[in-house]
């Protein structure tokens, strides 16, 4: 086997690596994300035109959200778990109370972060497409869309996580920061049903719409293993 051989064959195992961490770890990103939509949340300002009651509605479900990132500390499984249900209860309410779209759409952001931490994914799917639905202009949209992904993911039904990624990738390609995450993991799925030409063709988005991002470097190498491999 030649030199450059050698190479190709080492960078094609590192990639089958990385996605297989990626598959194992994909769960994490609901959290960074749900960080990221309370620190946007606070640096946006809540739109400077609403009028009091949708502020203050606003405020009540930040203040719920903020309670909640609040109970990881809280050792008492018990107390824990009584809080929970009390939140969620309360965030039930505020998702069909008669308030702002923006708020309810956090509203039900809440409640797909309370499913998915109890594995619920299916009511956790639904929460979150909720959430985009409220307020599909909003920025917490692709983030939506992105969560209810995963929860389909993990659920099981991959058919069901392309279409919400793709929905997300290609909604948001230019807003999104996410995007080409959200592109590997079509390609990811696409692999694991044989569908390589879908699979390329995610890859090759990536690559050709954000060369320098570090996703690119292992979506080219995922191309490369597959053109391996139906070369075989």
């Known amino acids: 086997m030649s030199t450059n051989e050698v190479k190709s064959a080492s960078k094609t195992k590192l990639s089958e690596l990385l996605v297989d961490f990626i598959q194992k770890n994909r769960k994490t990103l609901l959290v960074v994300l749900i960080c990221a939509v309370a620190v946007l949340a606070v640096v946006s300002g809540i739109v400077a035109y609403v009028d009091y009651s949708s ?82 202009k909003s920025y917490l949209a692709p983030v939506a869309l992105y969560n209810a992904a995963v929860a389909a993911e993990e659920r099981g039904d991959g058919e069901k996580a392309i279409e919400l990624y793709a929905k997300c990738a290609d909604g948001y390609k230019e807003s999104f ?29 990536i690559v050709d719409t954000w060369p320098s ?19 075989k």
């Open 55 to 136: 502020k203050k509605a606003i405020t009540v479900v930040e203040e719920l959200s903020a309670e909640y990132g609040e109970l990881a500390a809280v050792a008492d499984e018990a107390a824990r778990d009584a809080k929970t249900a009390e939140l969620t209860e309360k965030a039930l309410a505020a998702s069909t109370a008669g308030m702002g779209s923006y708020a309810k759409s956090r509203a039900f952001a809440l409640l797909g972060t309370i499913y998915a931490d109890k594995g619920n994914w299916a009511e956790s799917e639904k929460a979150w497409l909720s959430s985009f639905d409220t307020a599909p």
């Open 177 to 205: 920061p996410m995007a080409s995450r959200a592109y590997f993991a079509i390609g990811r799925l696409s692999e694991a049903k044989k569908d390589f030409n879908a699979a390329k063709k995610a890859y090759k988005t």
């Open 213 to 231: 991002d570090g996703w690119s470097k292992l979506a080219n190498s995922r191309m490369i293993a597959i053109s391996a491999a139906e070369g």
